[in-house]
């Protein structure tokens, strides 16, 4: 299974960005859960969002709960994290990841097996 982020950048506070994850059709999507994590420097990696693919289980932590938004489009076998009122903190490498245990879904690391390879946010 291969996962690919893309659509981090730089913004100012107060900005919005939206990335995207693109699932490999080996990914049976309508089964699983996907997340977003993101790890700034000298920081350890942290939960943002999750989704279940099969149903309408969204997850947040708090950190983000408000201000980000994680959707899908199973079709395109994709997933999304909207960002809104971006804050410094909020910069880190982003990571997507998909479980490999269908049927569960939630904010634990442990159940995310498959990685991306990180898109940058910036926020200054």
């Known amino acids: 299974v291969q996962l690919v982020e893309s659509g981090g950048g730089s913004v100012q506070a107060g900005g919005s960005l939206r990335l995207s994850c693109v699932a490999s059709?080996?990914?049976?999507?309508?089964?699983?859960?996907m997340g977003w994590f993101r790890q700034a420097p000298g920081k350890e990696r942290e939960v943002v969002a999750a989704i279940y693919l099969g149903g309408d289980g969204t997850f947040y932590s708090d950190s983000v709960k408000g201000r980000f938004t994680i959707s899908k489009d199973n079709v395109k076998t994709t997933i999304y994290l909207q960002m809104k009122s971006l804050k410094p903190e909020d910069t880190a490498l982003y990571y997507c990841a998909a479980a490999d245990v269908p049927f569960r879904c939630g904010l634990g690391s442990a159940l995310y097996y498959y990685w991306g390879q990180g898109t940058q946010v910036t926020v200054s």
């Open positions: 059709d080996t990914y049976t999507f309508s089964t699983y859960c």
